[in-house]
């Protein structure tokens, strides 16, 4: 028999799948491929009328095109030009939802319109033109981001956005002053305004490069493997060269939003698991079947999406630093780097300076085991609260708890690196009231990195970059309180802490000038004011009725958000603005002396109505209003001018006035030119960040680091952790370990109280556990697993003591599997995660399993038990905490088969059931050393609220 992928020497052999045998069903929808060519290379494959359509807009006839461009192929000449545009883009972006602007709505057309509007909860109708019906729906520009929502998150679609923008140098008369062009392409990966919204999770497009042709033979597990991952929202950047065995331990860290494969893959159905089993993973998430034309596009003519301040010094640093990558891993760069800026062509990336990752940095935990963990979310209902998590979550930063949610997918193998966290949780945790002031501070800090990432799009309202230069002032701050107080460190400590305090040091003046020259005040103002509007908008509120209250006077000259003082140019504007103000008052005050005083009427009011028409306001009784109607009749002049009526009602009247007019024109000019003035001055600090980009985000990685590590502080002191000993060696001993979650369960539901208990294993050493059902074997099993992971991401344990030899994979055979490996029994599936830990656990690893060999017959079950806890011994050679309902078994085999070295290396312990009398009885979940010779069930089943007739009748069988 073949096995169907390879296997090194020494492994066990692998079961084959045959596809015949044990057929995978499709996989589920969100799999789309997008037909996209990237280059002229394409031409030669018969693909040149796409090849027209590169999404490359600036070589792009059609996203350029104005609607009167038609098509190359006019294949429906009687579409007007809009909506011929539309349709080439439906035909040129097949299976993505086309979203056009069309004025100030989005829009769908023709069959996308009939299938999305029901879905996207919008009402179709249909427009008549000469050739015919089209239907078509739509919906208001501001609501994009909740549409995008629905079609990327929710429907895991990609969604092409064509953007309306006006001709330049044409009238506003002309009919066709308007064209359109694709300016970005959402898909989950992309979709960067989530990404701003979701403060605490990274949103991650992973590429993986697999080797050509590799899947037309089978799989070899030390195939190497090229990754890359980013957040666009962040600037992060990542590669990393991965073997194949061990590729999906690395997808689990990631947790990817959407991953990126070549189209080439496509036939092969990677995720039915046929051609390497592990894959089956890949069926979670979001795929893209991508052109991958990388070996076209130098990795230089990508440099321009880095800004790492000076451009030569950015080139140089990249070229440098690219040198350290293997071949898979610029490949996986390349295609990632082009995707992006392929999908958001209309702005400008700024990515930090690619990171290598070494596989041997960080530990290993494979997908089941981040689930079995419940590290991220609870295996019963995917949900974040209960997780570990969210359980030991205590950031008050989003850069500190993305960081913390990367730490616990992947803890460090950095010895010196973990100590260093010890250290200094240490200290946080000793020093309490430092700490509760330290993070007051860091509770005022922004998201620094996505701010940036904001202003280098283009995007980013001025009230963000105060918030961006309170953030660097309050680093400031954060660095000062710690120089104060390094007095209260040892030496080692305090040189961690005086370096880390080195990248807060950000440059003040550029800080300063904004804090002292931008007015947050109108800036929180202006910022309500737009809210409230925005408010209405969503509640969509007659915009008529709003148009009917006419604008009071023109704005004050304390709307504006920029200081005079900041440049002589915005000096002399407002000095002119104040100039002109003074005019308008002088102008007021005397003709509301005129009409008010003299005339009578009861109030007068300098306006500009809603058609912009500047004119007087005057109230009053008819008979005061019939006289101010004679004057103007006879051509009276009011500070110099005739008045004509504009608009009038019993007791109103509207007035022309020419001085009046020309002061308000003056006004206005005056206000848009000071506005002009003060957004170029915002974009002028907006760029100074995004120069700035490497140091501002260091400044963001320190603050997430000081965030996470207080936060451990907080948590130690409140859960009552204890500095575990981290070291080389190859140990795993605890003293009255606890389950966090199990714990704070226990406590929220009952009176109960968590019984510790002691875990001691070396290198090859096995502890088999046994017990009642419900005993608590699992949560020992786990228990042990998050006390090694909670070690090495540097935060302190739930023990009275820990000793961790560092471990550098962590496997587990827990539980039910998921759903994945649909059609295969679940014994099938048991036993395909039992032999990757026999072909991946090393003499560091941590291996836990629960109840191996329980999906089969009792005597077959039993052997396969045996076998795979003697195969860890003598191969695998990890530790090994080994539950298990056939202890009694197990011994009798081990004691009959086993040499004595090998015996020793196994310890039995059991937990145990406590008769109260009567029917009653309590689960000790303390452990002792021996076999628990039986399993209650039959008590499980009758908690279970069996029926007596069959609780009597198991019981009779029992005996
Ligand atoms: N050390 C402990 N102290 C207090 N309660 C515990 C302890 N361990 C487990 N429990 C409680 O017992 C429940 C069952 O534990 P667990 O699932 O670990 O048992 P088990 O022995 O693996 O059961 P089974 O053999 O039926 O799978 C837990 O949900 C928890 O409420």
């Known amino acids: 028999m073949k096995p169907f992928f390879k296997v090194p020497k020494g492994c066990l052999f692998f079961p084959r799948l045959s596809i015949r045998h044990y057929s995978l069903k499709a996989p589920q929808p969100k799999i789309s491929k997008l037909k996209i060519t990237f280059n002229k290379a394409s031409e030669s494959s018969g693909e040149k009328a796409v090849d027209t359509y590169s999404i490359d807009t600036d070589s792009c006839p059609i996203a350029q095109a104005n609607d009167n461009v038609l098509s190359p192929i006019p294949s429906k000449p009687s579409l007007p030009p809009s909506l011929q545009y539309v349709r080439d883009l439906m035909d040129l972006y097949k299976e993505h939802v086309v979203l056009t602007q069309m004025g100030s709505f989005y829009e769908l057309y023709f069959e996308q319109a009939v299938k999305y509007a029901p879905e996207l909860n919008i009402s179709l109708t249909n427009r008549a033109y000469s050739h015919g019906k089209v239907p078509f729906a739509g919906f208001p520009v501001h609501q994009l981001s909740r549409h995008l929502k629905m079609l990327v998150n929710n429907y895991g679609y990609s969604v092409t956005i064509a953007e309306q923008f006006k001709k330049e140098d044409v009238a506003n008369n002309e009919i066709n002053k308007f064209y359109r062009r694709v300016t ?44 890359c991952w980013c957040d666009v929202s ?111 062509p209309d702005f400008s990336i700024n990515f930090q300076i690619p990171q290598r990752q070494l596989a041997t940095a960080i530990m290993q935990i494979d997908s089941r085991t981040s689930a079995a963990l419940e590290l991220h979310s609870t295996v019963r209902d995917n949900n974040k609260k209960g997780s570990l998590l969210s359980s030991i979550r205590r950031t008050v930063t989003p850069s500190g708890t993305r960081l913390l949610s990367q730490w616990l997918s992947g803890p460090s193998l950095d010895l010196k690196e973990i100590k260093k966290r010890q250290r200094i949780v240490g200290f946080f945790k000793k020093n309490v009231d430092l700490t509760e002031t330290l993070r007051l501070m860091l509770k005022k800090v922004n998201d620094l990195s996505r701010i940036l990432q904001k202003f280098s799009f283009g995007r980013g309202e001025a009230l963000e970059l105060i918030q961006m230069a309170q953030s660097l002032q309050i680093s400031r701050e954060i660095r000062d309180y710690l120089l104060d107080n390094v007095s209260l460190m040892k030496v080692t400590l305090k040189s961690q802490i005086l370096q880390l305090t080195e990248t807060l040091d950000f440059e003040k003046g550029l800080v300063d000038d904004i804090l002292k020259f931008i007015n947050e005040e109108e800036l929180v103002k202006s910022q309500d004011v737009k809210q409230n509007g925005d408010a209405n908008a969503i509640l969509e509120i007659d915009v008529k009725e709003k148009k009917d209250v006419n604008k009071d006077e023109v704005s004050e000259l304390t709307d504006f958000i920029v200081n005079p003082s900041f440049n002589s140019k915005l000096r002399k504007l407002h000095d002119a603005y104040q100039c002109v103000w003074q005019k308008k008052e002088k102008l007021n005050n005397s003709l509301k002396d005129l009409f008010v005083g003299e005339l009578g009427a009861k109030t007068f009011a300098l306006k500009e109505r809603q058609n912009g028409e500047y004119a007087l306001h005057v109230t009053g009784t008819v008979s005061n209003l019939k006289k101010i109607d004679e004057l103007i009749a006879k051509k009276t002049e009011f500070y110099g001018n005739s008045c004509h009526i504009l608009q009038q009602s019993s007791q109103t009247r509207w007035l022309s006035h020419r001085f009046w007019t020309d002061l308000g024109h003056e006004l206005e000019l005056l206000t848009l030119k000071i506005r002009n003035e003060e957004s170029n001055i915002i974009n002028l600090f907006k ?67 968590f019984t510790a208990n002691d875990c001691e294993l070396a290198k090859d050493n096995l502890w088999v556990i046994t017990g009642p059902n419900m005993g608590g074997k699992s949560t020992f099993l786990r228990q042990n697993a998050i006390i090694v992971i909670l070690a090495q991401v540097g935060c302190f344990v739930p023990c009275s003591k820990a000793h961790v030899g560092i471990v550098d994979k962590l496997f587990s055979r827990v539980g039910s599997a998921d759903d994945l490996y649909n059609e295969m029994s679940t014994f099938m599936v048991e036993m395909i995660e039992t032999s990757f830990i026999l072909q991946g656990a090393t003499t560091r690893s941590l291996a836990i399993l629960d109840e191996i060999g329980r999906g089969t017959s009792g005597k077959e079950g039993i052997s396969i038990a045996y076998a795979t806890l003697k195969y860890l011994l003598e191969n695998n050679q990890c530790r090994t905490l080994f539950a298990t309902h056939f202890g009694q078994e197990l011994k009798q085999i081990i004691d009959r088969k086993c040499a004595k070295d090998l015996r020793e290396k196994i310890k039995f312990y059991q937990s145990g059931i406590t008769d109260l009398g009567g029917n009653n009885f309590c689960y000790n979940h303390k452990l002792k050393p021996g076999i628990c010779m039986k399993s209650d069930a039959i008590r499980v089943a009758e908690l279970a609220g069996f029926p007596t007739e069959a609780l009597q009748e198991a019981r009779e069988i029992l005996g």
């Open 184 to 227: 970005r392409i959402v898909t989950p990966g992309t979709f960067i305004d989530e990404a701003f919204e979701n403060l605490r999770e990274n949103t991650y497009l992973l590429n993986i490069e697999f080797p050509e042709n590799c899947m037309s033979q089978v799989a070899d597990v030390s195939l190497k493997i090229g990754i």
């Open 234 to 344: 962040t600037g992060e950047i990542f590669v990393q060269q991965v073997y194949l065995k061990d590729l999906v331990s690395a997808i689990t860290r990631i947790q990817p939003k959407e991953i990126l494969l070549d189209e080439r893959l496509l036939g092969f159905h990677i995720e039915s698991g046929t051609w390497y089993p592990e894959l089956v993973e890949l069926k979670k998430f979001f795929i893209k079947y991508q052109k991958m034309p990388s070996q076209h596009r130098t990795i230089e003519s990508f440099y321009g999406l880095f800004n790492l301040g000076e451009k030569e010094a950015t080139d140089r640093q990249l070229r440098i630093q690219f040198q350290t990558f293997t071949q898979k891993e610029l490949a996986a760069l390349r295609n990632t780097l082009l995707y992006v800026s392929d999908h958001l």
């Open 687 to 753: 760029r100074k960040f995004i120069d700035r980009s490497d140091e501002v985000r260091q400044v963001a990685t320190t603050l997430g680091y000081l965030d996470t590590l207080s936060s451990f502080a907080v948590l130690a002191n409140e859960k009552n952790l204890v500095c575990p000993k981290v070291d080389e060696s190859d140990k795993l001993e605890v003293v009255n370990g606890r389950h966090l979650m199990v714990e704070e369960g226990l406590s929220a539901r009952s009176l109960e109280t």
